[in-house]
């Protein structure tokens, strides 16, 4: 399905005379700000959009497929982001997996991505499940394995899938392992560690000049006593001993219950050591939920440290750093959820370049600690929406992306094109 432009234009006529009245007061209580380039910076802004996510996510324990519609092919999966994409104006690349993507084709594919204004980000490799023609198991292990082989089957399939990705024109390879141990004993922590640098380097000598390898870390599961790249500091060392094409990528959900997020962004940028994002929210563990869901003020908090941080090195917002959401679930549409998710990763962007820079700099050198507080929950609390909305204005997208999802009944369409029982590959 295919929103048209004409579509978009008349869902947004009927809702410019609201949004304009809310625009207009927000310009007009913040007059002192540069509001013309915090929008072209809202403009400037794309999430990428994970191929995993296009379907109905599964749990532990079973997957209720309730959408009907869902993407069958590739190809159907960056229609889907295009869909996203025409309504959001801030979706304008896929991050795919392989090989629950496998690209056939790259020239034909980078051809349907750009008719719909997409571009490729980071690729996936997968090392986490064996995959049916594979000669060894990754049981216990694949990068940090004890056996010599099936380290080397990891490493050759990470290889393969920056060969995809260049293809594709791809810059980046995001390496999550699932590597670890579940009991006392099972692992000598340092060999892990040594063998997982090792086959780490091998990968990393196979990056094209202009590339990024993106170190994940994650606390826990599937492994629930050690997991090998557990936490940033794991991944630093990593990423540090590797060189500079190699980064932390940090992932909301992937840290000890109440961690400071926060401030481990702002020391990795500190660094020069963050590459990117995934974005998702949690009550819990890695509860895969949708971003800004649970702890809006924490995503908020993030972005403090992000463009505080980005600006003290002269970074681009849009492009010094990968920014890809990784969520998914049961319960929502998928799409819909994807556009909440966007929409309050913008949200929290724009309410950090709300922040008044000077004024939370001179409360922190003076030790005014409720100022501090006042600077920050001030931009929070404020309604920021209309700001992000004239940015997708801007952009040629919808007032209101959910809106005019639901209005062109953008599912019952996909549904009839696809049918009731498709399943999308991921999670
Ligand atoms: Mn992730």
Same mark, same amino acid.
């Given at each position: 399905m295919k929103i048209e432009h004409n579509q978009i234009e008349q869902h947004n006529d009927s809702l410019l005379t609201s949004h304009q009245r809310k625009l207009n007061n927000l310009k007009a209580d913040w007059s002192h700000l540069d509001i013309e380039s915090i929008i072209q910076k809202l403009v400037d802004f794309q999430i990428a959009i994970p191929s995993w996510a296009l379907g109905t996510g599964g749990t532990r324990f079973g997957r209720f497929?309730?959408?009907?519609?869902?993407?069958?092919?590739i190809e159907e999966k960056i229609e889907d982001v295009g869909l996203l994409h025409a309504l959001?104006?801030?979706?304008?690349s896929i991050s795919l997996h392989i090989p629950w993507d496998i690209p056939q084709n790259a020239t034909e594919l980078k051809a349907l991505a750009s008719s719909y204004g997409l571009t490729f980000d980071a690729v996936n490799s997968n090392t986490f499940q064996d995959q049916?023609?594979?000669?060894?198991?990754?049981? @216990?292990?694949? =990068?940090?394995?004890?056996n010599k082989a099936i380290r080397k089957q990891a490493i050759e399939h990470n290889i393969e899938v920056i060969k995809q990705g260049v293809a594709l024109d791809s810059n980046a390879l995001t390496v999550w392992l699932a590597d670890g141990?579940? @009991?006392?004993?099972? =692992?000598?922590f340092r060999k892990a560690f040594e063998n997982t640098l090792e086959s780490l380097e091998e990968i990393y000598s196979a990056l094209p000049e202009d590339w990024k390898m993106f170190v994940e870390y994650k606390a @826990?599961?599937?492994? @629930?006593?050690?997991?090998?790249?557990?936490?940033w500091g794991q991944s630093l060392l990593y990423a540090s001993k590797l060189g500079k094409k190699a980064y932390t990528l940090v992932d909301?959900?992937?840290?000890?219950?109440?961690?400071?997020i926060e401030q481990i962004v702002s020391l990795l940028l500190m660094e020069g050591k963050l590459g990117g994002f995934h974005f998702n929210d949690s009550k819990?563990?890695?509860?895969?939920?949708?971003?800004?869901?649970?702890?809006p003020y924490q995503l908020f908090l993030i972005f403090n440290e992000l463009v505080e941080g980005m600006d003290a090195k002269g970074?681009?917002?849009?492009?010094d750093l990968g920014w890809m959401i990784d969520a998914s679930h049961n319960v929502k549409d998928p799409l819909e959820d994807l556009l909440q998710s966007v929409e309050a990763i913008m949200l929290a962007y724009a309410q950090a370049l709300f922040v008044d820079r000077k004024a939370l700099i001179e409360a922190q050198e003076t030790n005014d600690v409720a100022k501090a507080q006042e600077i920050l929950q001030n931009t929070f609390r404020s309604d920021l929406r209309s700001i992000v909305a004239e940015a997708r204005l801007r952009a040629?997208?919808? =007032?209101s992306p959910i809106g005019l999802y639901r209005n062109l009944s953008c599912r019952n369409n996909l549904v009839q094109q696809r049918g009731q029982k498709t399943v999308a590959t991921g999670l």
């Open positions: 497929a309730i959408t009907g519609g869902e993407p069958r092919t959001n104006g801030a979706s304008g049916a023609d594979a000669a060894h198991s990754y049981k @216990f292990g694949s =990068l940090q394995n004890v141990s579940c @009991f006392p004993g099972q =692992l000598n @826990f599961e599937p492994n @629930f006593y050690s997991t090998t790249v557990g936490d909301l959900g992937h840290h000890l219950p109440n961690a400071n819990y563990g890695d509860d895969d939920l949708t971003a800004g869901s649970i702890k970074m681009n917002h849009a492009k040629g997208a919808a =007032l």
